[in-house]
C-alpha cells in the first residue's frame, strides 16, 4: 500500500516542477505573435483602401444611376473620387463595358506590402457595380 502512496507523491512533484513556461517557449511564442502582427500590420493599409475603393464604386453607382452617363462621365466622376479620397490609382485600372442595361463598371488592382526582406504580401482586389442608364 505504502507504494502506491509514494509514486502518488512523485507524480505531484513533477508535476509541479513543470508548472509553467520555458523561456525558449517564450521566445517561440513572441516570435510567432511578431511574425503575424507585423502581416496584420502591413495589410491593414490595403484593406483600408479596399474598403474606401468599394465606397467609391457604391458612390458613383448611386450618383450616376438613371442619368444615362457615358463612359467619359463616368471616368471623370471616379477621377473626382480618387482625388478626394486621396487614392493612387490611374483611372485606367477602371474598366468600363456596355451592358444590356447600363454600364459594367470594374475595377481590378493588386497590392503589393514588403513583408520581410524579399519576401512580399499581395493581395488582388476586384470589384464591379452596373450603373443604370
Not at 509541479?16 to 493599409?45: D, E, R, S, W, Y
Not at 464604386?57 to 471616368?75: A, K
Amino acid at each position: 500500500m505504502e507504494s502506491y502512496r509514494r509514486r502518488d507523491r512523485m507524480t505531484v512533484a513533477t508535476r509541479h516542477a513543470q508548472a509553467g513556461m520555458t523561456a525558449l517557449g517564450f521566445v517561440i511564442l513572441a516570435l510567432l505573435v511578431g511574425v503575424v502582427g507585423l502581416a496584420v500590420l502591413k495589410l491593414t493599409p490595403m484593406y483600408l483602401k479596399n474598403m474606401r475603393m468599394s465606397q467609391i464604386l457604391e458612390d458613383v453607382e448611386t450618383e450616376l444611376g438613371g442619368q444615362s452617363p457615358t463612359p467619359i462621365t463616368i471616368r471623370q466622376e471616379f477621377g473626382k473620387r480618387f482625388a478626394i479620397e486621396d487614392v493612387n490609382l490611374d483611372t485606367d485600372t477602371v474598366k468600363i463595358t456596355q451592358s444590356k442595361d447600363g454600364y459594367s463598371v470594374r475595377i481590378t488592382y493588386e497590392e503589393r506590402a514588403r513583408y520581410i526582406a524579399d519576401i512580399y504580401l499581395v493581395v488582388a482586389f476586384d470589384k464591379q457595380v452596373e450603373i443604370q442608364r
